[in-house]
């Protein structure tokens, strides 16, 4: 069964669809983590704790972009499918022309490099 079409420079599945799935797993486990770091934080009213709650909760976004620049090295449909925005009008879109060839990271989409 194959969930992409892997980057290889032989070409050939070295194993990369399982390495997929794990890491679309892992994506998955950390999305969950920041919903409930997030539900935890919103019920908190100790500063100190709601403080280190968010912390946590940003260190899970940043192993979402980090897990997610993974899975474009490997998958090159899904690389492509992440350099497309259907979300807005193209004259909405926080990413200009120009950056159009390059694959979008979370800070470029908020215009950071």
Do not use: N, P, Q, T
């Given at each position: 069964?194959?969930?992409?079409k892997t980057d290889t420079a032989s070409g050939k599945d070295t194993g990369?669809?399982?390495?997929l799935i794990l890491?679309?797993?892992d994506l998955i486990g950390e999305l969950q983590a920041i919903n409930q770091y997030q539900a935890h934080?919103?019920?908190i009213d100790n500063l100190e704790i709601r403080e280190l709650l968010e912390h946590?909760?940003?260190d899970e976004k940043e192993h979402v972009a980090e897990i997610t620049h993974a899975i474009s090295r490997i998958d090159a449909i899904q690389r492509a499918k992440f350099a497309e925005d259907h979300t807005v009008a193209?004259?909405?879109r926080v990413a200009t022309e120009e950056d159009s060839g390059k694959i979008l990271t979370?800070?470029?989409?908020?215009?950071?490099?």
């Open positions: 069964m194959a969930y992409g990369l669809e399982d390495v890491l679309r797993d934080i919103d019920r946590i909760r940003d193209a004259e909405e979370v800070g470029s989409m908020f215009g950071k490099k």
